[in-house]
């Protein structure tokens, strides 16, 4: 659901009203964990280049920090997110480039929370209630703690069921931005256990971040997410 929601063909506009717009960040929720103001104003994905970036993205513009020394205030840092980069990447530039988003963008969080919170709230409940047992509908703020669940089980793995390369909470704690000197990570982001993903993680540690990345190109991408096939000649 979340994989399919960034690349429907929307109207010319893209983000012609509200409903359009917070489908997308919906999806981008969902694919990257990142929180709905990080997607809707406050935050920026791009490219990560070289090796690990495969399923991986740099993601800027960490909320709830308070600007505090010792947390991911202004820093980037790669973050796994759950489909190909390209994917993400052009989902955030639509939204971003389109009117109604640049509209949203311009929010103060609170005004964002007032005007589209319930709009947001009423998408997450509809596309991904039912794939959740034990709780009668999805909420925001469940999509953060479900793609910290995947990504622990999908890339922080070394191959064999059960095991982590890196400790679950220090794993988290480093996806979700929350800093080397932030604590534990919250229980509320273990309140899912999944048991349906693949028995054969990638193994593959989140790459090291050496310098800030340009912004990715995004010619040559479809209207659908792929890339571009180009003709051959004859």
């Given at each position: 659901t979340a994989y399919e929601i960034p690349k429907r063909d929307w109207s010319s506009d893209v983000c012609s009203s509200d409903l359009d717009a917070v489908r997308i960040i919906a999806g981008l929720l969902a694919l990257t964990g990142r929180r709905p103001i990080e997607v809707a104003s406050a935050g920026m994905i791009t490219e990560l280049t070289g090796e690990g970036g495969d399923y991986c993205v740099v993601f800027e513009g960490q909320a709830k920090t308070k600007r505090r020394e010792g947390t991911m205030y202004g820093t980037p840092f790669p973050?796994?997110?759950?489909?190909?980069?390209?994917?993400?990447?052009?989902?955030?530039?639509?939204?971003?480039?389109?009117?109604?988003?640049?509209?949203?963008?311009?929010?103060?969080?609170?005004?964002?929370?007032?005007?589209?919170?319930?709009?947001?709230?009423?998408?997450?409940?509809?596309?991904?209630?039912?794939?959740?047992?034990?709780?009668?509908?999805?909420?925001?703020?469940?999509?953060?703690?479900?793609?910290?669940?995947?990504?622990?089980?999908?890339?922080?793995?070394?191959?064999?069921?059960?095991?982590?390369?890196?400790?679950?909470?220090?794993?988290?704690?480093?996806?979700?931005?929350?800093?080397?000197?932030?604590?534990?990570?919250?229980?509320?982001?273990?309140?899912?256990?999944?048991?349906?993903?693949p028995a054969t993680p990638d193994p593959r540690p989140l790459p090291t971040l050496t310098k800030r990345p340009k912004p990715p190109p995004m010619k040559g991408l479809s209207t659908l997410g792929l890339p571009a096939k180009r003709e051959k000649k004859k």
């Open positions: 973050i796994p997110i759950l489909c190909a980069p390209h994917v993400a990447l052009e989902a955030w530039e639509r939204l971003r480039k389109s009117l109604r988003g640049q509209e949203i963008a311009a929010m103060e969080p609170r005004v964002f929370n007032s005007r589209l919170g319930s709009t947001l709230s009423y998408i997450v409940g509809s596309e991904f209630s039912s794939y959740l047992f034990g709780r009668e509908k999805a909420q925001p703020k469940d999509l953060r703690s479900i793609y910290a669940e995947i990504c622990n089980q999908v890339y922080n793995g070394d191959g064999l069921i059960g095991r982590r390369i890196m400790d679950n909470g220090l794993y988290y704690t480093r996806i979700l931005g929350h800093g080397p000197h932030s604590g534990q990570i919250s229980d509320a982001y273990k309140t899912f256990v999944l048991d349906d993903l």
